[in-house]
């Protein structure tokens, strides 16, 4: 046997002696595997209920009686956010961001009912997911079972003793590595195997799940590289100790709450008061359809009228009044789309900015990685949303495209006491609505967003080992 | 006196206890630093609500005074509702970054308004805020721990322990000088920039009171930790791995499996399906004869029974009619609803007494009113106010006067919680 596995054998030997590390390793995987069960039940029960919202919406969307196109666009559609097969493992921001969302004219709603508002106090200090075991944690419990691997050995001076028998320091070193590095896959391991069962057949997934597995190895494997370091370059086991809990309380549970702020205070963003009144405030000098004298309107009403050979909106072949509605629409969605996409950008930055932070900490790096993988990040929504307002207004245009064509100017204006049954459009026509089905993202788009944090956590895994190895070089000379 | 002076000679040259008192002193100050202008920005927000909704009623104003139309302008205008931050909101924000502290509510059905959001990041509002009570509940155990796992321990492994047990005033007067010497200089560093930030943001002193003894008695439960872990007479390594442990379990891992467990117990029937339920009920109004919608209506609010009967044409008090409709007839899921929140609450604060962390973080953010109960307290004040708009135009409508420029300045405004 060589010296290296030797010695990993027997600093192995020495953590199963010490029952305190066993129990806490065993309470660890307890820990992962209830994070799997409630996980997994948490998401089911959630997709579950999401689905069958989704069929009571559209249910009720097919079912609505005869009606005037309008009321219909009134009466607008809920859609609620289907969840991927990999948020079980990292739910992200599903917690935070509102599964449903109701779609109507003239109107861009926000996504409501997020469990954040739902739940008790106890929401905000984290959720048990197994993301959150393996990244918060797993490297404390690593710290316990392999702060003292080095330092113990040279507080006690034995670590000369190994010296005059032959072996050399990067002997130690590695041999120490490899038994960390084996308790360390032990700890991954479960919520690994819960990963997979959690996302069923990965198929098309495969990629971001090789991500998130490769990740979170190469996160683990940063822990044991920095405890064998630290331990490695400090005299007593105290100092070890307190050293990498500090360590750990910075990157992990300080920098991660302090980079939002740093964020949200470099780039503000736009309440929705200040939207609303600067969309309808952009909509007044762009045309205002309540003002009779608006150019812009007017200009519209002159085109339509020379488009068909006509002087009066009344000898139209088709119902101005949906005109009207389909121009309109158009109108406020531009806005919409504006203000929305300057919303986005600027949740972006921050996001940038966060995940610039991230290079000081690879927690965030991490946590970045495996919800851009997982599709539950930031960018994850604003697909949803992107997706729901393309939806909508296809709907609502639609609808008034109906107006023009299938309900006449003259029974739309009339107010007789007939009239609100002449208005009406056959019941048949909801059921011919698409509804909304939500495109998921490719295994490959998902993989490109975990890009970024996946090369800072490598990047600190590599800085880490040359450390490590200019570390080695000192281990055991007298000081 | 004297003594106590020594210790302090002796405890200010350990480089470990200055380097943990500034960097907890340093974490104090950038929390409350965050924390009060998080809440700045917050006020700004709200005192900027003014001026951009004078601009957009007073188009609506314009556009409404061609036709005097009661209608048409409760239709389109919305008015703005504000929750202002509480003077202890800088010190736990609590949920006010999730949960809207600006809402514009018309006077049409509530229950489909009511639960909107506002904009923010949820990536920024995942890990949870930086203030000054996540530096207590969260940082500061960590710092006693830093400073009490060797108070003993420490001793014995220098060897001086058996010296110090025999001196006069040592043994247990001694013990309690050092204790107490420690948690004085932990509280004190936690505790005078939070009063001089409280006294700058104008908290009443027994809210101030109350937030110091909570500081004083969180930290006292951590030093009674580790001094009976002290007592098992192991290693410094030992006692600070067991403390460390301990943390990890009592402020982050209990909570979580809690929240797991208080989410599957109280189960709350979801908000989507009243705002289905409720679109239901308000859209079915057209497929009605009118006449159903207003005895409907009458038989809830008979002061308004003696409006005029609807002529052919379309009238806006059958529409406003059929919207509180709509709102009433999903009331019983709006109270179970809330229920439901306010049991989760109740079973999350339940856990606050037997679990410190969880205790002190609902009690700040209770203070401080941004918590559940304080979210749940905005959404009646903006239900009250909404009762009034509904009352404000109805008047015009089933009376049907008309509604000039001037109108709209009569229209009622939202009233801030006094003190704030």
Redesign the interface.
């Known amino acids: 046997m060589s010296v290296t596995r030797l010695i990993a054998r027997d600093e192995l030997r020495l953590m199963v002696r010490n029952r305190v590390a066993v129990i806490a390793f065993a309470l660890l995987v307890l820990l992962t595997l209830v994070a799997v069960l409630s996980s997994w039940s948490h998401q089911r029960g959630n997709a579950e209920l999401r689905a069958r919202h989704q069929h009571e919406a559209e249910h009720a969307f097919d079912a609505q009686p005869d009606r005037h196109p309008h009321r219909v666009v009134h009466y607008g559609h809920f859609i609620f956010r289907p969840l991927g097969p990999l948020a079980a493992f990292d739910p992200g921001v599903d917690a935070f961001t509102g599964s449903s969302m109701f779609l109507e004219g003239h109107r861009q709603n926000t996504a409501n009912f997020g469990d954040v508002r739902q739940s008790s106090l106890l929401v905000r200090f984290g959720q048990l997911t197994p993301a959150f075991v393996l990244q918060v944690v797993a490297p404390l419990l690593l710290i316990f079972l392999g702060y003292g691997a080095l330092a113990r050995e040279t507080e006690r001076g034995t670590i000369r003793m190994l010296m005059l028998q032959g072996a050399t320091r990067g002997q130690v070193v590695r041999g120490k590595l490899m038994a960390l590095g084996a308790v360390a896959l032990l700890t991954g391991l479960p919520a690994m195997i819960g990963f997979v069962a959690l996302a069923g057949q990965p198929g098309a997934l495969a990629l971001p799940m090789a991500t998130i597995a490769i990740g979170y190895a190469a996160y683990l494997a940063l822990w044991v590289v920095l405890i064998v370091l630290v331990s490695a370059a400090v005299r007593r086991s105290r100092d070890a100790l307190l050293a990498l809990v500090a360590l750990w309380t910075v990157a992990v549970v300080l920098l991660p709450r302090v980079a939002p702020d740093v964020a949200s205070a470099a780039v503000p963003l736009q309440n929705r008061l200040q939207t609303d009144v600067a969309i309808a405030r952009d909509l007044r000098t762009m045309g205002d359809s309540h003002n009779p004298d608006d150019p812009h309107f007017a200009a519209f009403k002159r085109s339509v009228l020379d488009r068909y050979g006509v002087t009066r909106v009344e000898d139209l072949p088709v119902n101005y009044k949906g005109l009207l509605g389909l121009e309109g629409e158009r109108l406020t969605t531009t806005l919409f789309d504006r203000y929305a996409t300057a919303s986005y950008d600027a949740q972006r930055r921050q996001n940038a900015l966060v995940e610039g932070i991230g290079l000081l900490s690879p927690t965030i790096a991490l946590r970045s990685l495996s919800m851009a993988a997982a599709g539950t990040d930031f960018a994850g929504h604003r697909r949803f949303l992107e997706q729901a307002e393309a939806y909508r207004y296809a709907l609502v245009q639609r609808l008034n495209r109906m107006q023009a064509e299938d309900v006449s100017y003259a029974d739309d204006t009339a107010v007789d006491a007939g009239a609100d049954r002449r208005k009406r459009v056959s019941a048949t026509a909801w059921q011919q609505m698409p509804d909304f089905i939500y495109t998921a993202p490719s295994g490959a788009t998902l993989a490109a967003g975990a890009a970024p944090g996946l090369a800072i956590v490598i990047g600190w895994l590599a800085l880490a080992a040359v450390l490590l190895a200019l570390a080695t070089r000192r281990l055991g000379a007298r000081r | 006196m004297s003594l106590v002076r020594y210790e302090l000679r002796l405890l200010l040259r350990q480089r ?1 206890t200055i380097v943990a008192l500034a960097l907890l002193g340093v ?1 104090t100050i ?1 929390a409350l630093v ?1 924390g009060m ?2 809440v700045a ?1 917050q006020r700004a ?1 709200i005192a ?2 003014p001026a ?2 004078a ?2 009623i007073d ?1 609506v104003a314009d ?1 409404v005074d061609r036709t005097k139309d009661a209608g048409s302008a409760a239709y389109y205008s ?1 008015h ?1 509702t504000w929750d202002a931050p509480a003077p202890l909101a800088f010190a736990a924000i ?2 006010r970054d ?3 502290y ?1 809402q ?1 509510v018309r006077a049409l059905g509530l229950e ?1 308004q009511i ?16 203030d000054f009570a ?1 530096v207590l509940v ?2 500061s155990p ?1 710092f006693v ?2 400073l009490f796992h ?1 108070l003993v321990s420490g001793e014995r492994e220098a060897g001086r322990l058996r010296t110090l047990e025999a001196l006069p005033h040592g043994g247990r007067a001694l013990w309690r000088r050092r204790t107490s010497l420690r948690l004085a200089l932990l509280w004190a560093v936690l505790s005078i920039p939070f009063v001089v930030a409280a006294a700058i943001e104008g908290v009443s002193l027994p809210v101030i009171a109350i937030v110091v003894l909570v500081t004083a008695a969180y930290l006292l439960f951590w030093v009674a930790l580790a001094v009976l872990i002290g007592r098992l007479r192991w290693s ?3 006692n ?3 403390l ?2 301990a943390w ?1 379990v009592l ?3 209990v ?6 467990a ?3 117990a109280v189960p ?1 029937a ?4 009243i ?2 339920a409720q ?2 009920a308000v ?1 079915h109004a ?2 009605v004869p009118r006449e159903n919608t207003m005895r409907r209506f009458y038989a809830n609010h008979p002061e308004w029974s003696d409006s005029a009967p609807l002529g ?3 009238h806006y008090k059958w529409y406003l009619a059929f919207h509180q409709n709509g709102d009433e007839s999903v009331a019983k899921r709006v109270a179970a609803y809330r229920a439901g ?1 306010e049991a ?2 109740a ?3 339940a ?1 606050g007494w037997v679990l410190p ?2 205790g002190v ?2 009690l700040l ?1 209770r203070l401080a009113d941004t ?2 109960r304080g ?1 749940l307290a905005y959404q009646d004040r903006v239900r009250d106010f909404h009762a009034r708009l509904r009352a404000f135009y109805y008047r015009y409508l089933f009376r049907d006067l008309p509604f000039g420029k001037a109108d709209f300045d009569r229209a009622p405004v939202f009233e801030d919680v006094p003190g704030r």
């Open positions: 470990l974490l950038a965050s202008a998080e920005r927000a900027a609500v951009a909704q601009e957009d188009a556009y919305f703005p609590g949920m999730v949960a809207p600006i514009r489909a639960y909107d959001g506002d904009t923010f990041n949820p990536e920024l509002a995942l890990p949870g805020r930086f996540f969260f940082l960590l721990i830093a060797d410094s390594v030992a600070a791995a067991t460390a442990a990890l402020v982050l891992i909570p979580t499996l809690g929240h797991v208080i989410n599957a709350v979801q908000g989507a399906e705002a289905l679109r239901e859209n057209w497929d052919p044409e379309f929140l989760r609450d079973a999350g604060r856990l962390s969880v973080q609902g953010t918590d559940l979210r």
